[in-house]
């Protein structure tokens, strides 16, 4: 049976829930209403985390504090920082802008039981990683800040829109979880018709554990793993003969997004091509590699930037297929752009990565994990340190800088091994424009975590990691303090750790001189 209303022009709303970096749109939704809207079927996407940021960012407030005094006189001027090239030419005006923006929200978010930033939404008595605390919110939808936001917009969709129909949430980060269920709560209180299709990265890999028993049956009609296309498409009583769509981001083109001209993010694979890493979340949820045929994927990211004229491309692939690169790079194209990559022999081709470089390579995020080749193979990366290596000295003589991410605490690494690690950011500091640096969470459902001695890491029956008893003593708090207290404090290493944009990361740092 098919859901089509055709009384009211609109068939399907998505929704983007708060709260999410603000810098770009949202690449999933943007792929549903293209395969939607090709087939005929009347949608409409709208950015909740945006729309809900601005609805707190622009509240009339009452402050005391110097503080939050100064972030609320300078807010325009910080919002505007944000949105013009020349903000980005110092780091430390960027960082006070950010922290001020915060401030805002933070005091925005008072008289609530919970606190609202750029990127997160935290309750003081309610877990996203309980279900029963879940179902709570949507009991309870106006204890949650951005309720007189959801309240008033979802009135105004229903009028414009003659009516809802089919609603679907997007929820890809935990972050988003709790506002999601507020907002589904009040869909079902006040607009009982209403089908309610939850999907997004998180619902993913909830769906994915092992043993799943959906707990919100009363509240969402449908629950969709991995790429929602084809499904919703059947909800809508079609069979599509073909499996990907031109994303369509007319929705979202115009708005008013926390970066200097709009980013359009591209998605031309889902899943890992590599998939093989030890304990790697891809793998434990049995993520299938599924990627747009790949004349298919560059005449489609050709087209959007023709149509978009965006300023900056983000290629959202969890790991961009050399196949893509090397076809991008034949077609022309020169708009910037940057990605998350493996480090191949290719990355060592120094004509292939000034062809990279040609194409609009601003930056590369680059997951080296450790320098200590003995951990590498233990982690079955793939790659040795002087492919490593060579790699970063190659894509810094052309001009592509590395947002490069470390991993500490795999149950194989030592504080030696740690230390092998920061020799190795110390030797290559000037080719290394950015670091992440993180602690080992270990994968619920790895099939490496039962050799280990595991024990709850977070408390709720949706928790996605547990905790382990490192079995070379390596525990976090020793890892912890190593990082604060050493590895940042290094003198060749702190600089690249204050040159972070805080909060937005690798979203804003292409924008980085």
Known sequence: MTHINRNTGTDMLFFYPPATKVSEPPAGIARLAGALRHHGIATKAVDMSL???????????????????????????NRKLLTTQSGYGNIDRYRNAVLDINRVLKV???GYDAVASIANYKSESLSPLKSDDLVKAADTPE?????????KRLQELDNECGGLSTVGLSMNYLNQALTTFAMVGHLKKTYPHVRIVLGGGLVTSWMRMPGWENPFKGLADHMIAGEGELEVLKLFGIEPAQKHYLPDYDDFKDLPYLAPGFILPFCAAGGCWWRKCTFCPERAEKNPYTPVFTDTAVEQLNTLVETLAPSMVHIVDNSVGPAFLKRLIASGFNTPWYAFARVTPHLTDEDYCRALKASGCTMLKLGIESGDADVLTEMNKGVELNLVSLALKTLHKVGIK????????????????????????????????????????????APEAKHLDTSTFYDGDLSLYSEFNHPLGWNRSLIRHFLEKEFKKHPLIAPIVHGDPPVFNSNHAPFFQ
């Open 143 to 151: 204890s949650n800040v951005y309720f007189p936001y959801f309240e």
């Open 108 to 110: 925005a978010s008072e």
């Open 51 to 77: 729309e809900g940021f601005q609805y707190l960012f622009e509240q009339d407030l009452t402050v005391g504090d110097r503080w939050s005094s100064r972030a609320v006189n300078r807010r325009e001027t």
């Open 402 to 445: 590395t947002y490069v991410y470390l991993l500490f605490g795999t149950p194989s690494e030592t504080e030696a091994a740690a230390r092998k690690t920061m020799d190795f950011v110390v030797d290559h500091h000037e080719m290394i424009g950015f670091l992440n640096l993180s602690v080992f969470n270990l994968p619920y459902f």
